[in-house]
Every structure is written in structure tokens, then in C-alpha cells.
């Protein structure tokens, strides 16, 4: 279980003044420690915005508690193979993914670049046209 996450650095350039075609979003794993039943993970974060517009980088820390079978299974997959176990790896990207791009909104801004955020896109089908609620198909007005 994910107890912690502390964003440690942030850094954003807007390099160009150009229609954003992209973003590429990429989450590594530096290290993984384990300590008195707690495991630590540093991480970095890079959003690039494509055609070289911008950069958005973060990194900083998760800890977690986990059993001490699956923390051992952590640390010693980390040690030989560099990787998380699926599972478990699946829970910290996703962490990471949510921590970075809502505090990315506030450092991206600063520079004038877009969220780091793809927004779902919001679909009305023919027959929700003015109820509440919507619908799941598309609406012809929003094509």
C-alpha cells in the first residue's frame, strides 16, 4: 500500500511558441530501498511536449508498506532485474502518473505550457441532447 509521495523537484521550459502536436509522457524508477518494513522509491517524470515545445520534469519519492514476503519479492526483483513486480509496479506508475500530472498542472502553467493531463473526451449521444446526465454515443453537433 502506497503510503507517501513527495514531489522533491520540478522543472518546466517552454522552448517554442507552437501549437503543442503531443505529449509524451515518461515514469522511471531510479531506486528502490527497503528499511524497517518500508519501501522507498525514487522516480523521475518526464512530460515532452512534442516538436520541442516544452519539458516537464519531476521527481521525488513514494513509500509504501507491504507484507514482508511482497517487500522482499520488491527489493531482490528491483536488485537482479531492475524492474517491479507487475503488480505492484502497475499501483506505483499509477501513483506517480496521478502525483506529478495534478502538481505538473501548477509548474506547466507557470511557463505558459498546457496540462500534462490528457482530458477524456466527453461523448453525448442523439437521444441525451438536453438531460442531464448525457449518454455514451457521440452527439452529431460535437464531431
Known amino acids: ?7 522533491q523537484s520540478a522543472e518546466a521550459k ?12 515518461n515514469i522511471s524508477i531510479e531506486s528502490v530501498s527497503s528499511k524497517g518494513g518500508e519501501t522507498t522509491i525514487a522516480f523521475k517524470y518526464v512530460a515532452s511536449y ?7 520534469k519531476m521527481g521525488g519519492l513514494i513509500t509504501a508498506k507491504e507484507d514482508a514476503k511482497l517487500t522482499r ?10 524492474r517491479l513486480p507487475d503488480d505492484f ?17 501548477l ?6 505550457l ?4 490528457v482530458p477524456p473526451r466527453i461523448e453525448l449521444s442523439p437521444s441525451a441532447t438536453g438531460q442531464a ?10 464531431l
Not at 50 to 56: M, Q
Not at 97 to 105: H, I, K, M, W
Open 73 to 82: 519479492e520488491i527489493v531482490e526483483r528491483w536488485e537482479k532485474e531492475k
Open 89 to 105: 509496479a502497475e499501483i506505483v506508475l499509477n501513483a506517480i502518473n496521478y502525483a506529478c500530472g495534478t502538481n505538473g498542472v
Open 107 to 112: 509548474v506547466a502553467r507557470a511557463v505558459n
Open 50 to 56: 512534442l516538436e520541442g515545445v516544452g519539458e516537464l
Open 14 to 25: 517552454h522552448e517554442k511558441d507552437e501549437e503543442v502536436s503531443g505529449l509524451n509522457i
Open 1 to 7: 500500500m502506497i503510503t507517501g509521495i513527495k514531489i
Open 133 to 142: 446526465g448525457g449518454g455514451k454515443g457521440k452527439h452529431p453537433d460535437l
Open 114 to 117: 498546457s496540462p500534462p493531463i
